[in-house]
């Protein structure tokens, strides 16, 4: 089991930054990949990005890519989500999630574990 806890989230302006973070425990961080997703209200789940086991390579949604950047601290056992230049269009419930058995995944379907979510709300 590994149990994942986010945190971060807050109500900022357009053009604020946020920097979320994602506590992992119950197993070898560095054995999983770290994806974040995001949730608007009345929208289906989708990928922000992810980073791989080592943190050498990371992916992003096309929505986000430029703004917003994975990395992670395999000794603290956290990965990260900086974002920069936010939008309204960014508002949202962000989630991590991790599985073992991948290094590279935007679908939600092959990610085991998930945190409870935070919010972030981005006002105009």
């Known amino acids: 089991q590994v149990q994942l806890v986010e945190s971060g989230g807050g109500l900022v302006q357009a053009g604020d930054s946020l920097r979320l973070s994602c506590a992992a425990s119950?197993?070898?961080?560095?054995?999983?990949?770290m994806g974040w997703f995001r949730q608007a209200p009345g929208k289906e789940r989708e990928f922000v990005g992810c980073i791989s086991k080592s943190g050498a390579r990371t992916y992003y949604a096309d929505s986000v890519k430029g703004r917003f950047s994975v990395s992670r601290d395999n000794a603290k056992t956290t990965v990260f989500l900086q974002m920069n230049s936010l939008k309204p269009e960014d508002t949202a419930v962000y989630y991590c999630a991790c599985t073992s058995r991948l290094d590279y995944s935007p679908r939600m379907a092959d990610y085991a574990y998930w945190g409870q979510g935070t919010q972030v709300t981005v006002s105009s």
């Open positions: 119950g197993q070898p961080f560095s054995s999983f990949l």
